[in-house]
Nanobody
Framework: QVPLEESGGGSVQSGGSLTLSCDVS????????VAWFRQVAGQQREGVAA???????TYADSVKGRFTVTRDAARNTVYLQMNNLEPEDTAIYYC?????????????????WGQGTQVNVSS
């Protein structure tokens, strides 16, 4: 499997914004869920946002109202717009795809993963 590729990470101050991108062109399926996860060293990976083939979205409570996940099928890209960032959002962010599920995405069962992109938010 060719991994997905994330981009857009970086360092911002609290209250700032970043947009992450995930190239899903390597996923050999037409319809599937895509999700963003994040992980802090020594902690469990956390599901942040997910989007299904119809555009329906799911968010973790910790990011609702601040993060927005969208997908551009023509560009084979899924985005995570992150606004009003907080130091607690500092983590490595990963995107993942689940070709077994096209709708009603959850944060489990993902087979295709990216290498991750670091997001640092300073106070």
């Amino acid at each position: 499997q060719v991994p997905l590729e994330e981009s857009g990470g970086g360092s911002v101050q609290s209250g700032g914004s970043l947009t992450l991108s995930c190239d899903v062109s390597t996923v050999p399926y037409a319809s599937y869920c895509v999700a963003w996860f994040r992980q802090v060293a020594g902690q469990q990976r956390e599901g942040v946002a997910a989007i299904d083939s119809s555009g329906a979205t799911t968010y973790a409570d910790s990011v609702k109202g601040r993060f927005t996940v969208t997908r551009d099928a023509a560009r084979n890209t899924v985005y995570l717009q992150m606004n009003n960032l907080e130091p607690e959002d500092t983590a490595i962010y990963y995107c993942a795809a689940d070709p077994t599920r096209a709708q009603t995405c959850t944060f489990s069962g993902f087979q295709y993963w990216g290498q991750g992109t670091q997001v640092n938010v300073s106070s």
